[in-house]
């Protein structure tokens, strides 16, 4: 069984910076991707960001590409979503997921993500 714990969201104004960290409880040799996802309220969970574990290859949906990155620390089996020019757009819960190459799948608990205008 595997863990992803969450940190680095919270309140700030509109144009504030945030940093969300995604840390999985063990080592794991069989990552195949490491995601992050939002849900504002009453909306449909979306994709917002993924690295490939070994290779580092990154995509984005077009709402942040540009403006987020996502980027990983193999040793510390984390994975980091750096989110400068926060809009009100961007208030949701963040999630982080994790793929196996063996099509399991993990979830964290969220962290709350909450901009002010």
């Known amino acids: 069984q595997v863990q992803l714990v969450e940190s680095g969201g919270g309140l700030v104004q509109a144009g504030g910076s945030l940093r969300l960290s995604c840390t999985a409880s063990r080592s794991i040799f069989s990552i195949d991707t490491v995601s992050w996802f939002r849900q504002a309220p009453g909306k449909e969970r979306e994709f917002v960001a993924s690295?490939?574990?070994?290779?580092?290859?990154?995509f984005y949906a077009d709402s942040v590409k540009g403006r987020f990155t996502i980027s990983r620390d193999n040793i510390k089996m984390t994975v980091y979503l750096e989110m400068p020019s926060l809009q009100p757009e961007d208030t949701a819960v963040y999630y982080c997921k994790l793929d196996l190459y063996s099509g399991q799948t993990y979830w964290g608990q969220g962290t709350q993500v909450t901009v002010s205008s």
């Open positions: 690295i490939g574990w070994r290779g580092g290859s990154t």
